[in-house]
């Protein structure tokens, strides 16, 4: 329990925070009172905070404990939120649902670390330092992108990622649902996605393991039920987290490709789920029943993820296909493009604008920040400066570059680590010190930058515990900076976070401990080192 005049010890770390001395009690008696459009916010706080510490926490019109919206608050934005903790009572105030469901974690966390886990509770009480909290986040997208195409992950799995994600505060679960390896999700129009396209056979080839042996290279299947996916949604959205979906086109698509071979550019052929690593060269075709297949696709993802961004893949799509089909170089020439390379914004700009059309907001991967139609929000990852490139050219931009936000590179240089993707570690500190927008571009730029999000690629992360492993402490660094925003804080990150991997022991995550390799600031390599992969 923090000292009665101390500073506890959150993350990320809140706008202001004071301390107020003494502390709060709450036992069995203790009551919630739910102002009018508060009630998600209570449940939440009787599921996360009561069920596991032992307190039922029942609705009254005089609870101690009091959670209200407040309109007059708006400085406070959409998730913003004010939090009083005083000896008698406490006090949460938001203008906004989203707010309350962010202060809510803030009032976990000032929980002794046992109370998230269902420790004993003693006599039966928990404590809270009295403080006293303003908190706004820097960016609206904080986000996780996580893929289960190229490997497939049980669904408690996500749910447990949306909840640790929660924790944080972060706010956007961006589920990588389609590759080359892989199809999960069911589409009513086109069942051989999933019967097809969600099996990978054995592999011969892929990436292998210090002992050269091939690395994981068995059969691997699954995929999700809409139903599924739709409780997933709600799961989230009862967190204040929204669940983006990524379907790739026109590249990544070899599993597509061999459920309905005749979406490519060679509908005669055979193609299997590929059950390599890297960049596929087959690609989706542009005749018009791939337009049809697309928009058949994309209405059903639609109906089953209400996300105000559909992410639709869009890099790495090599364009030898198209250059050697004569139907693809009649298409360019009719187009009036230079040549089929060409294609590929044009393919894009006609799918996004489908997507427009129907209110949606058309997200994409970038190779140079300036190849997508100006109404793609974009996510720029191959070099910290196409971020800058994208948000001159006008579009939003979602910061994301790999040698600070890919969490499929190793932790450290020691030799004990999994097996990750080759190339240089991604540290603790370099996750921290990642500034998505810095302080010396204009304003109007910095103003486009959304926010920023880490990825975990499944290449290598076969596992449940194996993706926790790769993710923490390292997406709590970027959950503090891109809440906090500023120049960041590391020595003061650093306490808070000893403190915090109490909370995460209590919680049961695999994480990478604390010592003095994970804590170094030292760079192992420049931010352009090892690139010769850079996307799985």
């Not at 789920?273 to 058949?296: M, N, P, Q």
Request: proline share 9%.
């Amino acid at each position: 329990m923090p000292a009665p005049h101390s500073t506890p010890s959150l993350l990320p770390h809140p706008g202001k925070v004071s301390s107020l001395g003494g502390r709060l009690t709450l036992d069995r008696n203790t009551t919630v009172r739910a102002l009018p459009g508060a009630e998600p916010a209570a449940d939440l706080l009787r599921t996360l905070v009561g069920r596991p510490a032992g307190l039922p926490l029942p609705a009254s019109p005089d609870g101690r404990v009091v959670l209200a919206l407040d309109d007059r608050l708006g400085g406070l934005g959409e998730e913003g939120y004010g939090l009083t903790v005083a000896p008698q009572a406490l006090q949460l105030r938001a203008a906004h649902r989203t707010g309350l469901l962010r202060g809510i974690q803030t009032i976990r966390q000032l929980l002794p670390a046992e109370a998230l886990s269902g420790g004993p509770a003693g006599a039966g009480s928990w404590h809270l330092p009295c403080v006293e909290i303003t908190d706004v986040p820097d960016r609206p997208w904080r986000g996780a992108m996580l893929d289960v195409a190229r490997r497939f992950q049980p669904i408690g799995l996500l749910r447990r990622f949306v909840d640790l994600l929660a924790l944080h505060k972060l706010n956007v679960l961006h589920l990588h649902l389609t590759d080359d390896q892989g199809w999960r999700m069911p589409v009513d129009a086109y069942p051989r996605l999933t019967s097809v396209g969600s099996r990978r056979a054995r592999s011969q080839e892929g990436p292998t393991g210090p002992d050269g042996a091939h690395f994981d290279a068995a059969p691997h299947e699954g995929h999700y039920t809409k139903a599924e996916l739709r409780s997933l949604v709600r799961y989230a959205a009862e967190r204040g987290i929204t669940v983006v979906p990524e379907i790739e086109m026109p590249g990544h698509v070899r599993a597509a490709l061999a459920a309905y071979p005749e979406l490519g550019n060679h509908p005669g052929r055979h193609l299997d789920v590929w059950t390599r690593w890297g960049v596929c060269d087959t690609i989706l075709g542009v005749h018009k029943g791939v337009f049809d297949f697309c928009r058949a696709v994309l209405e059903e993802v639609m109906d089953v993820f209400p996300s105000p961004y559909i992410h639709l893949g869009g890099e790495e799509c090599p364009t030898t296909e198209w250059e050697d089909s004569p139907a693809a170089r009649e298409r360019a020439a009719a187009l009036g493009l230079a040549g089929p390379a060409g294609l590929h914004g044009w393919f894009l700009g006609r799918v996004g604008a489908f997507l427009a059309e129907r209110g949606r907001i058309p997200l994409a991967w970038v190779e140079t920040g300036t190849e997508l139609p100006p109404e793609f929000t974009v996510m720029t990852w191959r070099d910290a400066a196409h971020a800058r490139a994208a948000a001159r050219r006008g579009h939003q931009v979602i910061a994301a570059h790999h040698r600070a936000t890919y969490l499929d590179y190793a932790q450290s240089a020691d030799p004990s680590e999994p097996v990750a993707q080759p190339g240089a570690p991604v540290l603790l500190h370099t996750v921290h010190g990642y500034e998505p927008a810095p302080h010396d571009w204009p304003e109007a730029e910095r103003a486009r930058v959304l926010g920023t999000q880490v990825q975990l690629w499944t290449e290598y992360a076969r596992t449940p515990e194996e993706i926790e492993y790769l993710s923490f402490p390292r997406l709590c660094a970027l959950a503090d900076r891109s809440w906090s925003g500023g120049r960041g804080d590391w020595p003061g990150f650093v306490e808070r976070l000893r403190h915090h991997t109490a909370r995460l022991d209590a919680l049961g995550v695999r994480h990478r401990p604390l010592d003095a390799r994970s804590l170094a600031t030292a760079a192992y390599a420049s931010p352009s080192a090892g690139t010769a992969r850079l996307r799985p």
